[in-house]
């Protein structure tokens, strides 16, 4: 017992001290002999070190070496090391699903199988006729895909096993349409899985809210597919998390709640393009299509239309279906041997690839130097900027007292606002022309602007959404063409610049005074008569300098 302990140190060793060395690669001598110290390795610690790697998700490690072990057959066929290559067929095969490479996963399956057979291996042939099942699954060849899953029901015995095979059962009976059947599967691993610890409880209660998405009782859909989120998440289940996020954004667009269906996608799609998910991705783009056409960008619609046909082009295309189906015709009917594409390592990947680490390396490390540096600029220049749009806040704020007080003056004293008018003698000869055009004199004209600015004090009316310069003309027994004239001629603008300029005041003055615990921005912007927030957040920045938002923030926080 004690020398397999100190082996098994020792190989745990030689792994922890390998890391480091075959990331980084810190002496030219090492640079050198590190694959080569791979292939050295007996068939027990390659193996352990291919295990370690696909533990810790290094996958393109783990990939090398189970790599590796498939050219380590040997001819008398011990039972333990066939065992061992068995398992290494199945990683790879499993690597190569994750990639959407589904003729090479396939390939390795049935090399996998065919060593089951000679070993006599029921539980993990069950599981391999139950991968080889998805593969069809995904490519949407549902019949062939319910014959393997078939075969595997009638000899799995392992429950972890049987709850993941009902779970791919029950989705596939969705997708045909056979809801009840779908139920029943769906439910039974359901069963299993509490006793057993929830285990693989995320995919089944994934499948759970698409039976009810089908039967349009979206209550339940969004339930499901949340406690799904929950779970996966809880067991790092990254394939099960970017599909729920991707079934709850299409779930979302069904009921017709847009931006959150936007959303859910690009949180699926941020997932699946880092595991390179591609079947995720094209049902992603697909839904984004359909997005962006409901909202009319056509032109978005049709790029992410075709990254759709792109992927599926790549993973449904003949070529693809045609390697599949004759791989498999010829395990069915010969189970002859299997063809292995075997990993070729040329001189140049062995001597450069560890170098290539370190330039990656340095890259890395001069790249987030820049990035820092990057962001110690920008935090101090929105410092700056905050300071500048504070400073402009406060003059707006005693902007807004001093008129105030001199409209509290004026009311009292019943004091008439002194308007500068362009006389005759100061205006230019274009604008003489344009004078000439109005049928009100000069005096007309003052009297009319001092009506229009009295009025415009009174902001029942100018916060009206529909009020307008018709609505103004017939509360002043005018018209519009003269209220028009008499506003560009003397204020020097346009009456929606006029509108806009009593409504942002009225904003400032809310913003003073509301319970910043009751009101919102948004609000605000609907009490001053603005129809859209994109038009107050402008109009504001326009006349105050800054945005709405930095405003609020920060005359509430003076109030504190």
Same mark, same amino acid.
């Given at each position: 017992?004690?020398?397999?302990?100190?082996?098994?140190?020792?190989?745990?060793?030689?792994?922890?001290?390998?890391?480091?060395?075959?990331?980084?690669? #810190?002496?030219?001598?090492?640079?050198?002999?590190?694959?080569?110290?791979?292939?050295?390795?007996?068939?027990?610690?390659?193996?352990?070190?291919?295990?370690? !790697?696909?533990?810790?998700?290094?996958?393109?490690?783990?990939?090398?070496?189970?790599?590796?072990?498939?050219?380590?057959?040997?001819?008398?066929?011990?039972?333990?090391?066939?065992?061992?290559?068995?398992?290494?067929?199945?990683?790879?095969?499993?690597? &190569?699903?994750?990639?959407?490479?589904?003729?090479?996963?396939?390939?390795?399956?049935?090399?996998?199988?065919?060593? =089951?057979?000679?070993?006599?291996?029921?539980?993990?042939?069950?599981?391999?006729?139950?991968?080889?099942?998805?593969?069809?699954?995904?490519?949407?060849?549902?019949?062939?895909?319910?014959?393997?899953?078939?075969?595997?029901?009638?000899? =799995?015995?392992?429950?972890?096993?049987?709850?993941?095979?009902?779970?791919?059962?029950?989705?596939?009976?969705?997708?045909?349409?056979?809801?009840?059947?779908?139920?029943?599967?769906?439910?039974?691993?359901?069963?299993?899985?509490?006793?057993?610890?929830? /285990?693989?409880?995320?995919?089944?209660?994934?499948?759970?809210?698409?039976?009810?998405?089908?039967?349009?009782?979206?209550?339940?859909?969004?339930?499901?597919?949340?406690?799904?989120?929950? #779970?996966?998440?809880?067991?790092?289940? $990254? &394939?099960?998390?970017?599909?729920?996020?991707?079934?709850?954004?299409?779930?979302?667009?069904?009921?017709?709640?847009?931006?959150?269906?936007?959303?859910? %996608?690009?949180?699926?799609?941020?997932?699946?393009?880092?595991?390179?998910?591609?079947? %995720?991705?094209?049902?992603?783009?697909?839904?984004?299509?359909? $997005?962006?056409?409901?909202?009319?960008?056509?032109?978005?619609?049709?790029?992410?239309?075709?990254?759709?046909?792109?992927?599926?082009?790549?993973?449904?295309?003949?070529?693809?279906?045609?390697?599949?189906?004759?791989?498999?015709?010829?395990?069915?009917?010969?189970?002859?041997?299997?063809?292995?594409?075997?990993?070729?390592?040329?001189?140049?990947?062995?001597?450069?690839?560890?170098?290539?680490?370190?330039?990656?390396?340095?890259? $890395?490390?001069?790249?987030?130097?820049?990035?820092?540096?990057?962001?110690?600029?920008?935090?101090?220049?929105?410092?700056?900027?905050?300071?500048?749009?504070?400073?402009? @806040?406060?003059?707006?704020?005693?902007?807004?007292?001093?008129?105030?007080?001199?409209?509290?003056?004026?009311?009292?004293?019943?004091?008439?606002?002194?308007?500068?008018?362009?006389?005759?003698?100061?205006?230019?000869?274009?604008?003489?022309?344009?004078?000439?055009?109005?049928?009100?004199?000069?005096?007309?004209?003052?009297?009319?602007?001092?009506?229009?600015?009295?009025?415009?004090?009174?902001?029942? *009316?100018? =916060?009206?959404?529909?009020?307008? $310069?018709?609505?103004?003309?017939?509360?002043?027994?005018?018209? #519009?063409?003269?209220?028009? !004239? @008499?506003?560009?001629?003397?204020?020097?603008?346009?009456?929606?610049?006029?509108?806009?300029?009593?409504? *942002?005041?009225?904003?400032?003055?809310?913003?003073?005074?509301?319970?910043?615990?009751?009101?919102?921005?948004?609000?605000?912007?609907?009490?001053?008569?603005? /129809?859209?927030?994109?038009?107050? !957040? !402008?109009?504001?920045?326009?006349?105050?300098?800054?945005?709405?938002?930095?405003?609020?923030?920060?005359?509430?926080?003076?109030?504190?």
């Amino acid at each position: 017992m004690k020398t397999k302990h100190v082996k098994q140190m020792k190989k745990l060793l030689f792994i922890m001290l390998f890391v480091p060395m075959f990331l980084f690669g #810190q002496k030219a001598s090492q640079d050198k002999d590190i694959i080569t110290s791979f292939m050295r390795l007996p068939t027990q610690e390659l193996y352990d070190t291919a295990n370690y !790697y696909y533990r810790a998700r290094n996958f393109d490690t783990a990939f090398f070496c189970y790599k590796l072990l498939t050219k380590t057959l040997p001819q008398h066929e011990d039972a333990e090391t066939l065992k061992k290559v068995m398992t290494s067929y199945f990683r790879l095969a499993t690597l &190569y699903g994750e990639m959407s490479n589904y003729r090479l996963a396939q390939e390795y399956y049935i090399n996998a199988l065919s060593l =089951c057979e000679k070993l006599d291996e029921t539980g993990f042939e069950s599981t391999i006729y139950t991968n080889m099942g998805n593969i069809y699954h995904r490519l949407n060849q549902k019949e062939t895909a319910k014959l393997y899953y078939m075969k595997s029901y009638k000899i =799995c015995k392992d429950s972890l096993s049987l709850i993941l095979l009902l779970n791919n059962m029950g989705s596939l009976e969705l997708m045909s349409g056979n809801r009840d059947s779908a139920l029943h599967y769906i439910n039974t691993g359901l069963q299993i899985s509490k006793q057993h610890n929830d /285990k693989n409880l995320d995919a089944l209660l994934n499948n759970l809210a698409s039976y009810y998405q089908y039967g349009k009782q979206y209550d339940s859909a969004f339930y499901y597919f949340r406690v799904s989120l929950n #779970q996966s998440q809880k067991n790092n289940s $990254i &394939y099960v998390e970017s599909s729920t996020l991707s079934e709850i954004g299409k779930l979302f667009f069904e009921v017709g709640k847009i931006d959150s269906a936007q959303h859910y %996608i690009k949180l699926s799609n941020k997932i699946a393009s880092k595991n390179k998910f591609l079947d %995720i991705l094209a049902g992603n783009y697909l839904i984004l299509s359909k $997005i962006e056409n409901s909202k009319g960008n056509y032109k978005s619609a049709l790029q992410f239309h075709e990254q759709y046909m792109a992927l599926q082009d790549s993973i449904n295309n003949a070529e693809v279906y045609g390697s599949v189906n004759h791989l498999q015709r010829q395990y069915e009917v010969a189970k002859t041997d299997q063809q292995i594409e075997d990993l070729v390592l040329d001189s140049q990947v062995k001597e450069n690839k560890l170098h290539y680490h370190r330039i990656i390396l340095v890259i $890395i490390i001069v790249a987030l130097l820049a990035l820092g540096g990057t962001l110690f600029l920008v935090f101090a220049q929105n410092r700056r900027l905050k300071k500048s749009y504070k400073i402009l @806040v406060n003059k707006n704020v005693e902007i807004m007292a001093l008129d105030e007080e001199l409209h509290h003056i004026k009311k009292h004293k019943r004091l008439l606002p002194k308007v500068q008018y362009l006389t005759s003698t100061e205006t230019h000869t274009d604008d003489v022309e344009k004078d000439s055009s109005c049928a009100l004199s000069e005096k007309e004209q003052n009297e009319l602007l001092k009506r229009i600015l009295e009025e415009m004090d009174n902001t029942s *009316i100018i =916060c009206n959404p529909d009020f307008s $310069i018709n609505k103004l003309a017939d509360l002043l027994n005018s018209n #519009q063409k003269y209220i028009s !004239y @008499v506003i560009n001629h003397a204020l020097k603008q346009n009456f929606r610049s006029f509108l806009n300029t009593y409504r *942002i005041k009225e904003a400032q003055r809310l913003f003073m005074e509301l319970d910043i615990e009751k009101f919102t921005v948004n609000s605000v912007a609907q009490n001053v008569g603005f /129809k859209s927030y994109s038009g107050f !957040y !402008y109009a504001f920045k326009e006349i105050t300098g800054v945005t709405p938002n930095f405003y609020y923030n920060s005359v509430s926080n003076s109030r504190i």
